[in-house]
């Protein structure tokens, strides 16, 4: 047995079947209640509407009982990557129901705000899905047998190093130096703000800019002091390298974790806008 | 082929301190890894960070996973010689003139200890500033519960009257709590209402008039008081007939669905009319669910001319039953009427051959001659005698004055006229364009009459004003010309004054309860339907059966090429005789007291 298993493919597929089994059935019944011409066409308020419309409320709830499953260390209810299967294929299997349960009406209304909602809420966990899938693998190549942590202690290491080189050169190329490591640790490069860290690569680190410069100033020295100039542009290329890979680190991260500021706030007002709609429905009757 | 290491540490005091350690060749490994032989333990250095390799006449290091560094240059091998400095990550190797017998010594010094770093894990956590998913969860909760739910039924929790309109409130807060909310619930609409209801606007309360109670009739009937029951609600008999009139309106009439109320679905018919016997203990139809697989044949409501008030309900069969007829008194030929080579018009036309002939003129006659639809399209126009027939069949009674003709529907009028015409001509009197017949006696222009002969005049009138009423009301046998009984049954009335013309009645509305219209049927030809063509008399019925309207009407399945049709498209649902809000009035009473 596989020592990692997807969750997409728990207990080989078991909640795909049984989501792809609930979409046949109410595909089915709506087919057969479609048919008739002059039958009125089923909606949310027709007795096939109240039912699949109590499922999908009902598998709404259960959905975001996840929340809480996976915070229960002790409970025995079910394995965390079982609901988690469940939680991907059955939510999934809701915009079928959610369609089907109105009919196809829409509007601008809260009933409409909800299915909105909805969607929002089930394209982002697809997205989730997605970087479940895919990042850990990235990571794996990106931080090649490192840790952020070491890569990070190097990086202190190295520039530790080019300050002691910078000292051997004239006083420009220092000054360079040292007001890039400045402004580097002023910008707080390695946080950032969740959109430099989503970005990825900083095109204007300090570092790099300052590395460049000095690959033009180089131009101008000769003898040792070329040999020492060349030394530090391979130190500081060096700091460059491990700043990009520790950035495309956290830019991982960022992305494994960004999903869910949108996945879990949208599915809140989810279930409010959910019971604003159920309780407009009968308050209004 | 020994190599020696020599680590170099600092003691407390800050003084080195050197240990030698002999390891074993001739290759030694440099690493984090505590199988290396030169054991590094620093996290910058990977697990087999680089290797050292003693020949017989040269050292060579190599890097592995780690980066090495030899004389300041960064390398992936070199040769070792004495003086040689080699950066491993933090370490600092240096190769030192080797004692006797060893062929490499190396020291190691830590240079760049590990500094405290912040190795915090949770600073490269994702952090929105000052947003935490559980806040903004907080916050989207919160605000889809204030904007979709809170804010709309604010008036009702907080006690407000919402009878009239939020402007007609002179409390502030009030006045602003229901005009937001006002806005808001618009919010609720699942879908435009009919047009028919866009007159309440906005105002959901008028139809939705209490929270989890779903519409009453009672806010239906409020505008809608011409509406009848489908049936009187005292023939409902049975459990089944007494949920029946329990039946919402809106069950059947679903709102919000755009410009029309979503149609009915001839399912909700067939519940009942499945077996209609289950609903009430007198049905007035028989059971149908479907027009086309399931509908008994047609009721017609025939008349009988001597029974003014009373209405035969006849249903078609094959064969047809013998009250089938229709009895109208009328003498009357479709066949003859629709010859196709004409009927004899005064007003006609004729070929050359005819004409040479000297045969009388003909018209062709079509339907539309005599049946001509209502102005809505829907019924045919009762037949005329003046409009249709008298073109072609005149009442003239007096072959010296053509062009005056009797009277037609009243025997009593007739007489009247031709006494009073005829007195007129025996008194000189004659008008332009008649010539007066030889045989009544005529007085001179000018001559003063006794009394006597005044009377004989008169009396001659009248003689002749008989003379031809008798022509015009009974059959002559010598004269061919058939005028009143050519129609009519015409019977002389007892003692011999005067003639009885039996009263005449026919249909005109065959299924009266029937929503069948002419104009949505007007591209066919009648006869399509009303077979006609070989109908000698009057008593003969063509209206059409089921199986004439199954040619192109199918039942609510859709076929190709037919006419789906359900229960709606000829049948009224609200029927009955009394009205809706009468009979809820009387279900609303207290039951059981008198």
């Known amino acids: 047995m596989a020592q990692h298993q997807s969750l997409l493919e728990f207990k080989h597929g078991r909640y795909l079947k049984v989501a792809l089994l609930l979409c046949a059935a109410a595909i089915g019944v709506y087919w057969y209640h479609e048919v008739p011409s002059t039958q009125v066409k089923p909606y949310g308020g027709s007795w096939l509407g109240y039912t699949l419309g109590t499922i999908a409320a009902l598998l709404i709830v259960w959905l975001m009982l996840l929340g809480l499953r996976k915070r229960r260390y002790s409970s025995r209810l079910g394995s965390v990557q079982g609901w988690a299967s469940a939680h991907v294929y059955l939510g999934t299997s809701l915009i079928i129901l959610a369609t089907l349960h109105c009919g196809f009406e829409f509007g601008w209304n809260i009933h409409t705000l909800a299915y909105v909602l909805m969607m929002l809420v089930i394209t982002s966990g697809f997205f989730g899905v997605y970087a479940y899938l895919r990042y850990p693998e990235l990571m794996t190549g990106n931080l090649a047998g490192e840790t952020l942590e070491t890569m990070l202690l190097k990086v202190s290491d190295l520039e530790t190093k080019c300050k002691r080189i910078a000292l051997d050169l004239p006083d420009e190329v220092n000054a360079l130096f040292m007001s890039a490591s400045k402004l580097s640790a002023e910008r707080s490069a390695l946080r950032g703000s969740l959109r430099r860290q989503l970005a990825g690569i900083d095109t204007a680190h300090p570092m790099r800019v300052a590395r460049d410069r000095l690959i033009q100033m180089g131009k101008r020295y000769s003898g040792d002091q070329a040999k020492v100039q060349e030394q530090l542009v391979v130190e500081m290329s060096r700091i460059v390298a491990l700043t990009d890979r520790v950035r495309r680190e956290l830019r991982f991260r960022a992305l494994m974790q960004v999903w869910l500021y949108f996945h879990v706030p949208l599915s809140f007002a989810l279930l409010m806008a959910l019971i604003a709609h159920v309780i407009s429905v009968f308050y209004f009757w | ?594």
């Open chain 2, 1 to 594: 082929m020994d190599i020696q290491v020599t680590y170099i540490t600092v003691n407390r005091r800050g003084q080195p301190q050197r240990d030698q350690q002999r390891v074993a060749g001739p290759t030694v490994i440099l690493g984090r890894g505590t199988q290396c032989q030169i054991h590094l333990p620093d996290p910058r250095i990977a697990l087999q960070h680089a290797e050292i390799t003693v020949g017989e006449s040269e050292a060579t290091i190599k890097a592995d996973a780690g980066r090495i560094q030899v004389n300041g240059r960064s390398v992936d091998g070199a040769k070792l010689t004495v003086g040689d400095s080699v950066e491993v990550g933090p370490y600092l190797l240096e190769v030192e003139a080797p004692p006797a017998g060893v062929p490499l010594a190396v020291s190691v010094k830590l240079v760049v200890p590990l500094a405290s770093f912040g190795g915090d894990g949770r600073r490269f956590q994702l952090q929105a500033p000052r947003l935490s998913k559980r806040r903004l969860s907080y916050i989207a909760a919160l605000g889809t519960l204030l904007i979709c739910l809170l804010a709309p039924i604010a008036p009702d929790m907080l006690g407000y009257s919402t009878l009239q309109p939020a402007t007609a409130t002179r409390d502030t807060t009030e006045h602003m709590v229901r005009t937001v909310s006002d806005r808001l619930v618009q919010t609720w609409n699942p879908g435009p209402v009919s047009q028919a209801h866009q007159p309440f606007g906005t105002d959901c309360r008028k139809c939705h008039q209490f929270p989890f109670v779903q519409v009453r009739d009672l806010s239906c009937v409020a505008c809608h008081k011409s509406i009848k029951e489908h049936v009187p609600v005292a023939s409902l008999t049975g459990p089944k007939g007494h949920a029946f009139q329990d039946i919402r309106c809106a069950e059947c009439h679903r709102d919000h669905k755009g410009q029309q109320m979503a149609p009915r679905a001839q399912d909700e018919c067939a519940v009942c009319h499945r077996d209609v016997k289950v609903y009430t203990a007198d049905p007035k139809t028989g059971n149908a669910t479907d027009f086309y697989s399931d509908h008994p044949q047609f009721q017609l409501a025939l008349l009988d001319a001597d029974k003014p008030d009373a209405v035969r309900r006849v249903r078609q069969a094959q064969p047809a039953p013998p009250e089938m007829v229709e009895r109208s008194n009328l003498k009357f030929s479709h066949k003859v009427h629709l010859d196709p080579r004409g009927v004899r018009d005064p007003a006609g036309r004729q070929d050359a051959k005819a004409k040479a002939r000297a045969e009388d003129t003909r018209t062709v006659m079509i339907c539309a001659d005599c049946h001509e639809p209502n102005e809505g399209g829907r019924l045919i126009l009762p037949v005329s005698f003046e409009d249709h027939c008298q073109r072609c069949h005149s009442l003239s009674f007096e072959p010296g004055a053509p062009r005056r003709q009797a009277a037609h529907g009243d025997v009593e009028k007739v007489a009247t006229m031709l006494r009073e015409f005829y007195a007129r001509l025996v008194l000189g009197d004659v008008p332009a364009g008649v010539t007066p017949p030889r045989d009544l006696p005529r007085m001179r222009p000018g001559a003063v009459l006794t009394s006597g002969e005044r009377r004989a005049s008169l009396q001659a009138a009248d003689q002749k004003a008989n003379q031809a009423l008798n022509e015009l009301f009974t059959e002559q046998p010598e004269k061919p010309r058939e005028v009143c009984i050519k129609c009519h049954q015409v019977s002389r009335k007892a003692g011999g004054a005067g003639w009885d013309v039996a009263p005449v009645r026919f249909a005109r509305v065959w299924m009266p309860e029937s929503l069948f219209s002419h104009a949505k049927h007007a591209t066919e030809d009648c006869v399509k339907c009303h077979d006609v063509k070989r109908s000698g008399k009057a008593s003969d019925i063509a209206m059409p059966d089921i199986a004439v309207c199954r040619q192109c009407h199918v039942g609510a399945r859709p076929v190709e090429g037919k006419v789906t049709s359900d229960c709606s498209l000829c049948h009224k649902f609200h029927a009955g005789k009394n009205f809706w809000h009468e009979e809820l009035q009387a279900q609303l009473q207290p039951r059981g007291k008198k």
